[in-house]
C-alpha cells in the first residue's frame, strides 16, 4: 500500500465534475459539424502565422508542419462512411476533432507569443513626462551616486531593462506582474489568466542574464520580488531595486543597503514652490499679498502637495481680503498635529472648500470612489457624473459633456487631479483621496454613509450595521464571488461600485430596497451569467454597467429601467439577446460593441430605432446587410461611435449612405454601393471614432469611411479581398462631392493580413494627430501616404518589419530618413 494516496473531494463536487466530464464528451457528436469548422480556422490562422515563424523558430514551424498534416488527415477522413456509421465512430472522430483544435490553439498561441515577443524591439527605459522638481537636485544626485555602486544592490552600471511600476496600497501581485510583462513586451490578454507562479517564471525566463533596474513607486508593505519573478539583486549580477515609501518599517523589511530619507523641503525651498504656482502677477497685485503669501507657504510644513494645491488655489485671489481670510484659516490648522497625514488633511480641505461651487467638491469626492491610482477614463467619470445627478444631462446631453470636462480642466489645474500620461485619463493622488474621503465622511464622523473598500480583497459584501444610512458604496477591485446579503431599508444607495470582482451570483433579493440607486457598476466579473429579477426595483436606476461579464439574457425586469439612460454591454460574448429595451425610452447611451447579439433587421426595426433619445450607439455587425440598414436610419447612423465589422458574409458589403426616406436614392437602386451614390451628408458618421474591420470577405475597399471625419482608431485585418483603404476612383464617381482631406483626426491606424491591399490613399496626407501606424503582412503595399511633413510633432510610431520597409517606395529621400532611418 505504499504507493496509495487518499483524496477526499466532496459528494457535489464529484458530481459536479462528473457532469461537466459527461457534457463534454457528448459534445464531441452534438457539436461536430462546428467542432470540424472551428479546426479548419484555427489552422488556416496558424497557418497565417507559419511565414513569420521561418527565421524566429525553426523547431515551432516544425511543428506547424506537422500538426497542419495531420489535420488535413483527419478531415479528409470527414465524409467517410466509415465515420458516419455508426455512433461509435463518430464519438471517437469527435473526440479527436476535439483534441486536435486544443493542439492547433495551443500551438497558435505559441507561434502567436514568439512573433509578438520578437517583432518590436523594447527600448531599455521608456521615456516618462517629467516635471521640474523644486528642493531634489540634492536628493537626486545622492541617489544616482548610490546606484552606481556595485556594492548597493536595492535602493554603475549599464542596464538593460529599466522598469517602473506604482504599487500603491492594495496592489496585488499579479497586477503588477501584468504591468512588467506589458513592459517586457507581453502584452496579451491572455496573461490576466494565467497564474502568478507561471507569471513569475515567465518575467524570470525573460530577464535571464539581463541586468536590470526595478523602481517601485508607493509601496506600503514588504514587496517579494522574487515573487514577482524578479532574481535577488547582487554584487554580481548588478542588478538594482529602487522603491519609494512612507513606512520606515517597510525599509527594514525589505532589507535595503542605503535608506534616504525625504524630507520636507526647507524654508527657501518651499516658497520658491509656492511663488512658482500662485505666480508673480497674483503676487504683485497689492503690496501686502507677497507678506500673507508667506506666512501661508509656512503653513504648509514643506510639503510639496500642500505647497502644490494650496499655490494653485490662490493664484487666482488677487485682493488682500481673499488672503487674509486664507491665512486666518489655515492659521487654525496650526495644532500640534500627530502626524504628516494629520496635517495635510485639513490643509487639502481649504483648497476644496474654495474650488467654485459645490458641483466641483461633488465630482472631486466622486473619484475617491475608484481603487487607489485607477486610471480613470475622463469620458466615463463624466457619464458617471451625468447619471448621478451631479451635471444636468437632461436639456442638452453635448454642452452637459463639455461642462463635465470643465470641471475636470479645473481640477487638474487646481492639482486636485493629474492627467495620466495620455490625456484621457486621469489620477488621483492616494492623500487627495483620503482628503476626499474623510471630507465625504464628514472629516470622518459618518464613516457608515460612504463605505470604500476597494482592493481590500473582500470576498463578501461587509456587514453594515444600519444600511438606511449608506448613501454611497464602491467595493470595486475585490474577490467577492456570491452575493447572499438581502439589505433591508438601502431607499438612500445612491452609488454602487462592484466592478472588477470574481461574482458567479447576485441574491434574488439583494436589489430589493434599493429603490434611490442611480448607478450601478458590475462590470468585468465575466463568471456572472445572469441579474436577479429584482432588478426591477431599481426605478431611478440611471447607469447600468455590464460590460465584460457573462451576461447571456437581460433580465425581464430590464423594461421597467425607465428611467436608465446609459447601458454598457460592451464585451458580453455570451449576450444572446437584448429584447426589451426598446422600452427604455429614456436612453441615451448604449454600447454593444464586441457584443454577441445577433443583430438582424428585426432588432434594428423594433428596438433600436424606438430609441429616439439615443445619442451614442457602439456596435458589433456580423451581417452587412443589417449595417445598410442601420445606417439608412439617419439618428442611429449619425451617433455610432463605435463599429466593428466581423466576418461579414461574402460579397454582401455594399454600405448606403443615403438616410431613410432620402430622395438621393433612386428608386430600385438600395442596393447601388457606396461609391455610385450621392451623400445626402457628407458629415454623416460624424460621431465615429473607432472602426475594427475583421475577415470581411468581398470587401474591396474602405471609401466610405471620408465621411467620417472625426475617427481615430481604424484597424482593419485578414479582409483578403480589400485592395484599397481610400480609392481614388470611386472618390471621383461619388457625383458632386467635395471632401475634405481624410484622417486629420487618425491617431492609430493598424493594417494586418491583407494580402491584396495596395493602397492606403493616393497621394501623401497630413496625418496631424497620428502617432501609430502599423503594417503587417501586407506584400502587396509599396507605397506610403507619407512625406516628410507627415504627423508633424506626433512622434509616429512606425510598426513594421525591417524588411517590409526596405520595399516601401518612399516619397522622397527626406521622408525615406525619417521614418526610416538607417
Not at 42 to 70: F, G, M, W
Not at 427 to 436: G, P
Not at 609 to 635: C, G, N, P, Y
Amino acid at each position: 500500500m505504499g504507493g496509495c494516496v487518499s483524496i477526499s473531494v466532496p459528494c457535489d463536487q464529484t458530481l459536479s465534475q462528473v457532469g461537466r466530464c459527461l457534457s463534454q464528451k457528448a459534445s464531441y457528436i452534438r457539436n461536430l459539424q462546428e467542432n470540424v469548422g472551428t479546426l479548419q480556422t484555427a489552422t488556416q490562422e496558424l497557418k497565417d502565422l507559419r511565414d513569420d515563424l521561418l527565421t524566429r523558430n525553426p523547431t515551432l514551424l516544425s511543428n506547424v508542419e506537422t500538426i497542419e498534416s495531420q489535420v488535413n488527415e483527419l478531415l479528409l477522413a470527414s465524409g467517410t462512411a466509415e465515420v458516419s456509421r455508426s455512433f461509435r465512430s463518430r464519438f471517437e472522430y469527435g473526440k479527436k476533432v476535439f483534441k486536435k483544435i486544443k493542439e492547433v490553439n495551443n500551438l497558435k498561441s505559441r507561434a502567436d507569443f514568439k512573433v509578438m515577443a520578437e517583432r518590436v524591439p523594447r527600448s531599455k527605459v521608456e521615456e516618462r513626462l517629467i516635471y521640474p522638481v523644486v528642493g531634489m537636485t540634492a536628493m537626486t544626485e545622492k541617489v544616482f551616486s548610490s546606484l552606481m555602486e556595485d556594492e548597493v544592490g536595492t535602493l554603475g552600471n549599464d542596464f538593460d531593462v529599466v522598469i517602473w511600476v506604482v504599487v500603491s496600497k492594495d496592489q496585488k501581485i499579479e497586477s503588477v506582474q501584468e504591468i512588467i510583462l506589458r513592459r517586457l513586451g507581453l502584452c496579451s490578454e491572455e496573461w490576466k489568466h494565467i497564474k502568478e507562479e507561471e507569471k513569475a517564471s515567465e518575467i524570470k525566463k525573460m530577464l535571464k542574464g539581463k541586468r536590470y533596474m526595478l523602481l517601485l513607486d508607493d509601496i506600503w508593505s514588504k514587496v517579494e520580488i522574487q515573487r514577482i519573478g524578479f532574481p535577488s539583486p547582487t554584487r554580481m549580477n548588478r542588478c538594482k531595486v529602487v522603491f519609494t515609501t512612507r513606512s520606515k518599517e517597510v525599509c527594514s523589511e525589505m532589507r535595503v543597503d542605503v535608506e534616504m530619507e525625504v524630507k520636507c523641503l526647507a524654508s527657501d525651498e518651499a516658497w520658491e514652490l509656492f511663488r512658482m504656482r500662485v505666480g508673480d502677477l497674483t503676487l504683485e497685485s497689492h503690496p501686502d499679498i507677497p507678506e500673507a503669501a508667506r506666512i501661508i507657504a509656512e503653513k504648509c510644513y514643506g510639503l510639496p502637495l500642500a505647497l502644490n494645491v494650496i499655490g494653485e488655489t490662490m493664484s487666482s485671489r488677487k485682493t488682500i481680503q481673499e488672503w487674509s481670510h486664507a491665512q486666518d484659516v489655515l492659521t487654525s490648522f496650526a495644532a500640534d498635529f500627530s502626524c504628516m497625514q494629520d496635517k495635510i488633511l485639513p490643509i487639502l480641505k481649504f483648497s476644496y472648500d474654495n474650488l467654485k461651487d459645490e458641483m466641483f467638491r461633488k465630482c472631486l469626492q466622486y473619484c475617491a470612489f475608484f481603487l487607489e491610482d485607477y486610471e480613470i477614463e475622463k469620458e466615463e467619470l463624466v457619464e458617471y457624473w451625468i447619471c448621478e445627478g451631479i451635471i444636468d444631462g437632461n436639456k442638452d446631453r453635448d454642452k452637459a459633456k463639455n461642462h463635465g470636462y470643465e470641471i475636470i480642466g479645473t481640477l487638474v489645474r487646481a492639482c486636485l487631479l493629474m492627467e495620466y500620461e495620455h490625456t484621457e485619463f486621469l489620477k488621483m493622488h492616494d492623500m487627495v483621496r483620503e482628503m476626499a474621503l474623510w471630507i465625504t465622511a464628514d472629516l470622518g464622523k459618518k464613516k457608515e454613509s460612504f463605505i470604500v473598500k476597494t482592493g481590500s480583497g473582500l470576498s463578501h459584501v461587509p456587514v453594515v450595521q444600519d444600511w438606511s444610512v449608506v448613501q454611497k458604496m464602491s467595493l470595486m477591485g475585490n474577490e467577492i464571488e456570491k452575493i447572499n446579503a438581502c439589505p433591508y431599508g438601502t431607499k438612500k444607495l445612491e452609488t454602487l461600485f462592484l466592478q472588477n470582482n470574481k461574482l458567479v451570483s447576485i441574491s434574488e433579493r439583494f436589489f430589493q430596497w434599493m429603490t434611490e440607486l442611480k448607478v450601478l457598476d458590475l462590470s468585468s466579473n465575466e463568471s456572472l451569467t445572469q441579474l436577479p429579477a429584482d432588478i426591477a426595483k431599481l426605478v431611478a436606476l440611471q447607469y447600468l454597467n455590464l460590460s465584460s461579464t457573462g451576461i447571456e439574457v437581460l433580465p425581464f425586469g430590464i423594461k421597467y429601467l425607465t428611467k436608465l439612460i446609459h447601458l454598457n454591454l460592451e464585451f458580453t460574448h455570451k449576450l444572446k439577446s437584448v429584447v426589451g429595451i426598446s422600452n427604455l425610452l429614456s436612453l441615451q447611451v448604449l454600447m454593444l460593441f464586441e457584443s454577441n447579439i445577433p443583430l438582424n433587421n428585426g432588432l434594428v426595426e423594433e428596438e433600436l430605432k424606438s430609441l429616439e433619445h439615443l445619442k451614442l450607439l457602439t456596435l458589433t455587425l456580423k451581417d452587412a446587410f443589417v449595417m445598410e440598414r442601420l445606417l439608412s436610419i439617419h439618428s442611429l447612423g449619425n451617433f455610432t461611435r463605435h463599429l466593428s465589422l466581423d466576418k461579414c458574409i461574402p460579397n454582401a458589403v455594399r454600405i448606403s449612405l443615403v438616410a431613410a426616406g432620402s430622395s438621393a436614392a433612386p428608386s430600385g437602386h438600395e442596393d447601388r454601393p457606396l461609391q455610385h451614390m450621392k451623400s445626402p451628408n457628407p458629415m454623416y458618421f460624424r460621431s465615429l471614432t473607432r472602426v475594427d474591420i475583421v475577415n470581411c470577405e468581398g470587401l474591396r475597399d474602405l471609401t466610405w469611411l471620408m465621411y467620417a471625419p472625426s475617427l481615430t482608431n481604424l484597424h482593419v485585418e485578414m479582409s483578403f479581398q480589400t485592395e484599397e483603404i481610400i480609392s481614388r476612383e470611386k472618390v471621383m464617381k461619388i457625383d458632386g462631392e467635395k471632401f475634405t482631406t481624410p484622417f486629420l483626426k487618425l491617431e492609430s491606424l493598424s493594417l494586418v493580413f491583407l494580402y491584396a491591399v495596395k493602397s492606403i490613399y493616393w497621394s501623401p496626407l497630413p496625418f496631424p494627430a497620428l502617432k501609430y501606424l502599423k503594417i503587417r503582412r501586407c506584400p502587396e503595399l509599396r507605397k506610403l501616404p507619407l512625406d516628410s511633413a507627415s504627423a508633424k510633432g506626433c512622434d509616429l510610431v512606425l510598426d513594421a518589419y525591417k524588411e517590409c520597409l526596405r520595399d516601401v517606395e518612399w516619397e522622397d529621400e527626406a521622408t525615406k530618413n525619417r521614418f526610416c532611418p538607417t
